[in-house]
């Protein structure tokens, strides 16, 4: 079990460039979340799908940001036209669906920098 | 919104000595999840709980099954591998909510 796979692990972008950031979820996990962790924000929600389809999207800045889950085996949050303000750690979590079990695995994340 | 007030922000210990974390709702939460972050900035799940009480080694975390408004995570005989950022986190509704996260405590464990 590798666990969680993101990349890139570091990105740095010009402001007002594209950056697309890759999750692989645990191999059978069928929930995947995306979050945000900045120094003054924390730990932010950002996104999650459930078998694939977008459940709550309440976190994603109305724009720039969108994520997809084409298939089960990986996830991708894109950022369009990136600002300074976006440079942040993202953070990929996977979990189980199996009942009730909400246990989150997080990947090492993905730092990205906007200069 | 919920909110998960997470202290203290920063924490020292001795090596060999005992601590606690504790995190406060603002509302009645479902579950709460444990956290370490090491220095790659990974998010090491320590513990998940729906109720009472789980140990593992030298830590042990609770979550009030009453009213389901505050864990904690507590730290017996302290060692330096135990530096490091903790995170709790909860959910309002089960399985698949977000999570709210508190803002951290940073511990150091010193000799």
């Known amino acids: 079990n590798a666990g969680v796979i993101q990349t890139p692990r570091h990105k740095v972008t010009g402001k007002g460039q594209e950056a697309t950031l890759w999750c692989e979820p645990i191999?059978?996990?069928?929930?995947v979340f995306w979050y945000r962790q900045t120094i003054v924000q924390g730990l932010e929600f950002l996104t999650y799908?459930?078998?694939?389809?977008?459940?709550?999207d309440s976190g994603m800045p109305k724009e720039r940001f969108s994520a997809q889950m084409p298939n089960q085996s990986h996830s991708t949050l894109k950022i369009q036209s990136t600002q300074p303000q976006d440079s942040a750690v993202y953070l990929c979590?996977?979990?189980?669906?199996?009942?009730?079990?909400?246990?989150?695995?997080f990947g090492e994340g993905s730092k990205l920098t906007v200069l | 919104g919920d909110q998960v007030e997470q202290s203290p922000s920063a924490l020292s210990l001795h090596e060999g000595t005992d601590s606690a974390l504790r995190c406060n709702f603002t509302?009645?939460?479902?579950?709460v999840q444990w956290f370490r972050q090491n220095s790659r900035g990974s998010l090491i799940s320590l513990f998940y709980?729906?109720?009472?009480t789980k140990e593992n080694g030298r830590l042990k975390s609770a979550f009030d099954s009453k009213e389901r408004r505050y864990s904690t995570l507590h730290i017996r005989d302290a060692q330096l591998e135990d530096s490091g950022t903790y995170f709790c986190?909860?959910?309002?509704?089960?399985?698949?909510?977000?999570?709210?996260f508190g803002q951290g405590t940073s511990l150091s464990v010193v000799p």
């Open positions: 979590a996977s979990s189980l669906d199996w009942g009730n079990t909400g246990q989150l695995y």
């Open positions: 191999s059978g996990h069928s929930a």
């Open positions: 799908f459930r078998n694939q389809a977008p459940i709550d």
């Open positions: 509302t009645t939460m479902r579950s």
């Open positions: 709980l729906a109720s009472g």
């Open positions: 986190a909860a959910s309002a509704s089960s399985s698949f909510s977000k999570l709210v």
